[in-house]
């Protein structure tokens, strides 16, 4: 006897390293019973009271913060310290140490152990059980009970089905009794269980048979550490007599296929599930059916936690290997098996009668009977439901106020949001754990930074438009100034017009005066001395009219060079005048956006998306703003050029 021997608490069976586990929930994602993990501090921890031992979390932890915890490590220390041994294999091994299973046993003989059996042997006195209590009692409906998972989940959550298990107990724990009973020089030898499985050790607690759990997973870890090369050792056969197509118990529907042996058709008779939710779905169903009265359809239930059996359990190393192939492996066994018993030229049906007197001889009625707790107390103290009341608080702590906040998204860990409330409910996780609850938080972070930016920008809006105000007004005035300038250009080219008129006269004044001085000049010089200083005048006033002729034609010049100087500069002053009033326009226009942009950010400025549509139009508008100072720029020096 142990501690744990039909003791209150379970053992321990799966082991956390706080240190590498960083709470990703992964965990609490495949654990079929949720509630047995605390997920509420920086680490996910678990009441071993409530765990089932399947050690589905094992492989799923990618942070190695889970491994499983076994007898490994007692098993060699024990044996090397000279107590007497043991040891029974699982089935399993045929797929975990391919084509060495029997090397296996040479191996374990070298190292002290007595002697080896194989629990496939168990299974046929198991079947030998089950057949004979349907035949005795012929219940509605009866539960396999081979998986110590399934056994812990129907004693823990689903205790009304506890009636309903199988009254006989195990293959292992049918082969550690029927050494006990037939076997007595091994009879007071402590047992060594290779097994597939870490629950197994929940088993042996509970039911007294089997002393070492001595996982596959950890044997093989401890074969590779120490160089051991099983090829090496030589190949021992089972001390019990070789199962027949009992070796398929490791497979789902491996019992199924062994009791049509001993009941044809009962298949159709049998339930066959396996797997999570399957299995558990299924169970929870069943409980609920039978609780209302309801008949069941079948009247065997073979169910295994493991979707592919036990070939590859929590502590099994098969976990790669390909599906057909693994299966392969268990059917070739089989096969191997059926042919040896048959006796060459006879029928089948002596072999059968012959693997049934077999099994016959190492069985007895009582000796393989097993019973069951009812653990049940420990979940309802631990995990206490919510009244609908406590639900909605806890709803509303997480930001779900609606229908439509209801996610179900599993990225808790939990199947539903109702589920992880009711963990929170009992101090077993947290809101923070919550996807919702962590967007919610991120997006009001980001509402809060939008916002900022809003008010920032606004204030940035605001200043540009005052400054806009100015420029517009500055603008209007540079407007005004540019149309007088421009009347009065046309206004002295009007007059340059008038100077052309008196030019003529000018002109047309000088070329008479030319020819009266001209004349003078004849009449003087026939008038001898007298009209000598006549003469001199008149010279003189001819020559005054010549230069004023010549002034008159640079007159003409400078006057067409200014005319034509100010027809370019209409032109150019009409050119910036149309490009100011674009500016202008362009500019009234954005005082209007500007003042419509403040409006809006003011009476709109509460959601997330209409806080984007305001920061978008600001952005626009000065794109805008540059373009129309850069058109202001380019008339301004264009009409000051």
Not at 118 to 128: H, I, P
Not at 254 to 262: I, K, N, P, Q, S
Request: neutral net charge.
């Amino acid at each position: 006897m142990n501690e744990y021997s039909n003791a209150e608490h379970l053992r321990p069976v799966i082991h956390i390293d706080s240190q590498k586990c960083c709470n990703c929930h992964r965990c609490i994602s495949v654990c079929p019973v949720k509630m047995c993990n605390d997920g509420s501090g920086d680490h996910v921890s678990i009441n071993h009271d409530l765990c089932i031992g399947c050690g589905t979390c094992i492989e799923a932890c990618g942070h190695g913060a889970r491994t499983g915890i076994d007898d490994t490590q007692a098993f060699f220390q024990d044996l090397k310290s000279g107590i007497s041994m043991v040891a029974i294999v699982a089935p399993a091994v045929a797929v975990n140490f391919v084509g060495k299973d029997l090397n296996l046993n040479g191996w374990l003989k070298s190292i002290g152990v007595k002697a080896v059996f194989d629990v496939a042997f168990g299974a046929e006195l198991t079947t030998k059980s089950y057949v004979e209590q349907i035949k005795r009692d012929n219940p509605d409906i009866m539960i396999s009970q081979p998986c110590p998972a399934l056994v812990s989940f129907i004693e823990i959550y689903r205790p009304q089905l506890i009636k309903y298990l199988a009254k006989a107990d195990s293959p292992m724990a049918h082969t550690v009794e029927c050494i006990r009973h037939f076997y007595p020089a091994y009879r007071n030898c402590k047992i060594a269980v290779i097994s597939p499985c870490f629950a197994k050790r929940r088993e042996f607690d509970e039911n007294g048979r089997g002393d070492y759990n001595v996982t596959m997973k950890n044997l093989d870890t401890y074969l590779k550490v120490n160089g051991v090369d099983l090829s090496k050792f030589p190949k021992e056969d089972y001390e019990n007599p070789p199962a027949e197509r009992a070796v398929l118990y490791s497979t789902p529907g491996g019992l199924m296929r062994t009791a049509e042996r001993f009941v044809p058709g009962i298949s159709s008779k049998t339930r066959k599930i396996e797997g999570d939710p399957a299995v558990f779905e299924y169970l929870a169903g069943l409980d609920v059916s039978l609780s209302a009265g309801r008949k069941p359809f079948y009247q065997l239930v073979d169910c295994l936690n493991c979707d592919k059996g036990c070939n590859r359990g929590g502590g099994t190393i098969s976990n790669k290997m390909p599906l057909d192939e693994l299966e392969g492996l268990v059917e070739s066994r089989a096969k191997a098996r059926q042919e040896k018993w048959k006796t060459a030229g006879k029928p089948s049906k002596f072999a059968l009668k012959k693997l049934e007197k077999t099994v016959n001889a190492y069985w007895q009625p009582g000796i393989y009977d097993r019973r069951y707790n009812d653990r049940s107390a420990v979940a309802q103290n631990w995990v206490k439901p919510p009244t609908k009341e406590n639900l909605e608080q806890i709803y509303a702590s997480m930001g779900k106020h609606n229908k439509a906040d209801i996610y179900n998204c599993g990225a808790c860990g939990y199947n539903s949001c109702e589920q992880m409330a009711v963990a929170i409910f009992n101090g077993l996780n947290r809101k923070e754990n919550c996807h919702h609850y962590v967007m919610n938080l991120a997006n009001q972070d980001h509402e809060k930074e939008i916002r900022e930016a809003v008010k920032s920008i606004t204030e940035a809006v605001r200043s540009g438009s005052e400054a806009l105000k100015s420029n517009v007004s500055d603008l209007q005035e540079i407007k005004k100034m540019n149309m007088l300038t421009t009347e009065g250009i046309k206004e002295l080219n009007t007059r340059m017009n008038g100077i052309w008129d008196i030019v003529g006269i000018i002109n047309s004044v000088a070329d008479q005066t030319k020819i009266i001085a001209f004349n003078a000049e004849l009449e003087a010089s026939s008038s001898g001395e007298a009209g000598k200083n006549f003469h001199i005048v008149a010279s003189e006033i001819r020559r005054l009219s010549d230069t004023i002729l010549d002034s008159i034609k640079q007159i003409k010049i400078i006057v067409d060079e200014i005319q034509k100087a100010s027809d370019r500069l209409i032109l150019d002053s009409e050119k910036g005048t149309k490009q100011i009033n674009t500016s202008w326009e362009n500019a009234k226009s954005l005082e209007k956006g500007f003042g419509n942009i403040m409006t809006y950010s003011q009476s709109t400025a509460d959601t997330s998306g209409e806080m984007k549509q305001y920061v978008g139009q600001v952005e626009s508008s000065s794109r805008k703003i540059t373009n129309t100072l850069q058109q202001l720029a380019k008339g301004i020096e264009r009409f000051s050029s």
